[in-house]
């Protein structure tokens, strides 16, 4: 039985979107207040869903324990309360957009979890700005 | 690398439901409370999902401010406190049901929104009652 | 023991606001939108706060099954479906806006529920606006 | 013309984790808090999206008043304030784990829900963790 | 300079309604299928409003990080994935309805945060019931 | 007769938690996270109250989109998509905190909504974590 479970998580972070490549008036008219230099910040939400087979023996398809610590230890911790486009590795030559926030998170979580589930990450950035990425 | 990029918007607007080639009786059999000749009315909300590959160079899929500014001109300042039923050109021979609403905003869109995306659009009668249409 | 009892309903109602003892000209002024001679609606939710003296005996206030009744019968069932501006007595004379379903709502109950309660309405229009009334 | 329809509903109930091939202390490694022999207990909410061809007569997929009143006889009454573990005739012999849950509503309702329909469910124990199963 | 400071915390339990000096008949027809033997369960949000003097060096009223571990540690960690009719000592002779709940919680709170400080306890049993209690 | 008319608004900002006055080890053991000098950020939700005398020609305590374009005016366009911390006037001799982010906008908008009324501010760093000023 192939079955999806999902877990939700929350962090708070500063960022800006600014493409180096591109002078200032560039980056302003592309990015406008999204590129202010001195930054602004969001609460993300990040939903995690992992697909695979149920294990009959647990009724789980993974333990949820497991994977809300998985999260937490390797995106939660790692961006909360940290500034994306100045202090995370991740961003240091990928601009912080929702888009590749989100793309970072998949790539991260891809290396954790076994390869037997497929992962998808939605990640919001406001109530009504989201995005859903599934490795493809 | 292929991802999803989703916005939300509202509008408020009354509506009733019903089918100008049967009868009142059938009507308000089929349709109830719904039927109601003065009207009812929700706040609906609508979801709007754009996929298709990512530009490396901004980061983004679509500029969710262009994307937003689409939304708002084409749909929630057609439909906002407005009369589905009565009022607005796209229902004058389409019962408004949430399932009709979805399928005419996601055409509407289709016209406007560049032929490389897939939509999807989700539209929330209630918080409990929605539906989802992606053009098949 | 001084305890408040809290409970939420929901209906969907079509309104217009208009002043009969003002012109064309300046209802739609005055009221924008919500003056369209042809309705629009919303989702309203309601919250109805009751406070009083614990019951020691059943650790109620007042059991929550009759106050959901209450509202179901008297306020949620009345209005639901209905175009208030038209249809529902309590509006003949007064303008449905927020502050005055409020106020209806309140009068209503008070009606009903035993004196030795006070009453607070907290009427949601849309997520953003709402308002509050508690007799004074 | 396809499109998905969507009804949410809700129920609250207790339960517990347990394999009954299992020692107490494996159960208890295994499902931690969740095993607690007192039980604990959820409000869950329960996603039923129901895909198929429009009915361009209705302007419905299916009328909501019909899949609401089927979700509210066939889960919510029969799950709605009972323990699962020790009440309710599915999990006799099922641990009612969320992906469990899940699985028994699907299966209920493919019962009961016309074929020419696919059925998916979202189980929401809490708002953080949640399962989805559409019958692979 | 008076203020609030809140803080939101969840917590999922078993309970049943149940007054030992009545009959089990009484007990049925007062609290219905709250009084079910077999025990059902809630996902409990409980809003903790803690009211007093800013603190102009820190421009804390109170620190939040603090506030959240006092309610994890006597609320939360107390309460939560536990039978509140079997397992909590608060309720050996009290019967759990939310009103109850609130008040233990709200007199919990009360032993350890500083009397310079005004509490206020809101307790969700669902998103549609919930009380609030001030210790008046 | 007596009523409230409350308004939600929204905005992003990045900021952190810092006492000049202190040395950089005791801002850190106050502040923890928060006195990260990359700053972070929040998406706030900010709610304003107003308390008045309704107007029984209008119906209205106040209009709300008078309300809703003066929050958007002098609080929202103010504040979002910046650095509290950095650029914002109202900082430049106070901590930004929830606290005190709540108490400039309360004053903020006593200058400019007519005295008549009382204002209630509360602002939401995150769901979890809010504040309620009202100018006492």
């Not at 790539?107 to 989201?130: A, C, G, M, P």
């Amino acid at each position: 039985m192939r079955i999806t479970v999902c877990r939700k998580g929350h962090f708070s972070a500063a960022h800006r979107l600014h493409n180096p490549n591109w002078d200032d008036e560039k980056n302003q008219r592309v990015f406008g207040d999204c590129n202010n230099p001195q930054f602004h910040g969001h609460n993300y939400e990040v939903i995690v869903k992992v697909t695979g087979e149920l294990d009959p023996e647990t009724g789980y398809l993974i333990d949820l324990k497991i994977l809300r610590d998985m999260i937490n230890e390797h995106v939660l911790d790692r961006f909360d309360h940290r500034n994306l486009y100045t202090e995370v590795e991740d961003f240091r030559n990928l601009n912080p957009t929702a888009e590749n926030i989100a793309i970072v998170i998949w790539k991260i979580l891809r290396e954790k979890i076994d390869k037997k589930y497929e992962i998808k990450v939605t990640l919001y950035e406001t109530e009504r700005n989201f995005v859903e990425y599934e490795g493809q």
